[in-house]
């Protein structure tokens, strides 16, 4: 899954792809790179970012997702509020990627449930303002892994089927590097595989790879820097049995993913 942020602040490529006509380029050029996917997102979720309206999410990721739609590219549209994933979809969008697994919106599963859609539910604590306050755990990834059954359990009973939903550990949400919280989760991911629904993983540029490589003065490595070790991830991800990685250098992860799938070929 290639990322077209229509954003000025997120943090590895915010304000890049803020109007249209660059937006749509940029996810043809990632299919072109590789993606099978294109997610779509408006809003900004790095830690610390202030929540945009409702109408400025909608202005911004609409005409996006109904340029890339028509063009024949499979999107996702990455929203937490059910009216931006039912006008995403109208507009084309084939998946909902909902950060908050359901939690930011009470609308959102029954939304997911009355269109179908596959929905990814992603593990989440609270809003970007006050997420590094939430990452404390006793045992991050039984913790994890017991919120998303829960969420699991909350959107089968709305009617969401078991079909549709595909989950995320959520790395850099709630979860602290100085405490290695997503590391555990990568290693973990057998447990939360366990679960019996494809795992979705979005490592990309993230801070905990940033913090594995600090530079000389000892401050992590900056955003735009941290592709190689992303796709380092990618490959582990992949033989660990992930469905799918979120990534915005797409070559390289699509290289990393196919290397992988090799390597399992070879050993079947
Ligand atoms: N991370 C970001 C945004 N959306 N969606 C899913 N499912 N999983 C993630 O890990 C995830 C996401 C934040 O990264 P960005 O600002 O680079 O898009």
């Known amino acids: 899954m290639g990322v077209v942020n229509v954003t000025p602040d997120s943090f590895s490529d915010g304000g890049l792809w803020t109007d249209e006509a660059t937006a749509i380029r940029h996810g043809l050029d990632l299919v072109a790179e590789g993606a099978d996917l294109v997610d779509v997102g408006g809003e900004s979720t790095r830690p610390g970012a202030t929540r945009v309206s409702l109408e400025e999410e909608l202005r911004r990721v609409v005409p996006v997702i109904r340029g890339l739609s028509a063009e024949g590219v499979t999107v996702s549209v990455d929203t937490m509020r059910a009216e931006v994933a039912r006008a995403a979809v109208e507009a084309g969008a084939q998946l909902v990627n909902d950060v908050s697994g359901g939690l930011a919106d ?8 009355a269109t179908g859609v596959p929905y990814v539910v992603m593990h989440w604590r609270g809003h970007s303002d006050s997420m590094d306050s939430l990452a404390v755990y006793t045992d991050v990834v039984s913790e994890v892994r017991e919120e998303l059954s829960r969420r699991v359990e909350s959107l ?20 602290q590097p100085a405490h290695r919280h997503d590391w555990a989760l990568l290693a973990g991911m057998d447990k939360l595989l366990a679960l019996g629904y494809p795992l979705m993983i979005g490592a990309s540029r993230k801070r905990f790879l940033g913090t594995l490589l600090p530079e000389e003065d000892g401050s992590p490595r900056p955003a735009v820097e941290r592709d190689d070790a992303t796709v380092a991830v990618t490959a582990l991800a992949a033989q660990a049995g992930a469905w799918c990685v979120r990534v915005h250098a797409v070559k390289p992860n699509a290289d990393a993913v196919r290397v992988a799938a090799a390597w399992k070929r070879a050993n079947a």
Not at 106 to 113: E, F, I, R, S, T
Not at 156 to 172: F, M, S, Y
Request: proline share 7%; aromatic share 4%.
């Open 156 to 175: 089968l009973a709305a009617g969401v089927t078991e079909g549709q939903i595909v989950l995320d550990p959520g790395l850099g949400f709630a979860k």
């Open 106 to 113: 009470p609308g959102m599963a029954d939304l997911v449930a």
